[in-house]
């Protein structure tokens, strides 16, 4: 089974900054795309930040020149850091691994979410 350990939420004031980290576990052969969502009270989760097992990321026009999302293959592990936030940034942010592959034979792998952490911005 494959899991997924969020770590680095909580609360910080307005302007200040975070780091999440989300580490993939179990028999993992490779993982293509590791990326970050969050969902605010009321409202639908959205994308934040994505990045392929190459290294390619996109933002959330919102979060654009804010966070950095980056990506350690050999651990299996995404970060997300999260400068200058702002209320508006709080939410229960959740890592995603996309096409887990778990063994040769499995040429297109499966999906997986962790279980969220929370973000609070606020003075």
């Known amino acids: 089974q494959v899991q997924l350990v969020e770590s680095g939420g909580g609360l910080v004031q307005p302007g200040g900054s975070l780091i999440l980290s989300c580490a993939a576990s179990g028999s993992i052969i490779s993982i293509n795309a590791m990326g970050w969502y969050r969902q605010a009270p009321g409202k639908q989760r959205e994308l934040v930040a994505a990045?392929?097992?190459?290294?390619?990321?996109n933002y959330a026009d919102s979060v654009k020149g804010r966070f950095t999302i980056s990506r350690d293959n050999a651990k299996n592990t995404v970060y997300l850091r999260m400068n200058s936030l702002k209320p508006e940034d709080t939410a229960v942010y959740y890592c995603n691994a996309v096409r887990v592959r778990r063994w040769i034979s499995d040429p297109y792998g499966s999906d997986y979410w962790g279980q969220g952490t929370q973000v609070t911005v606020s003075s």
């Open positions: 990045i392929t097992s190459g290294g390619s990321a």
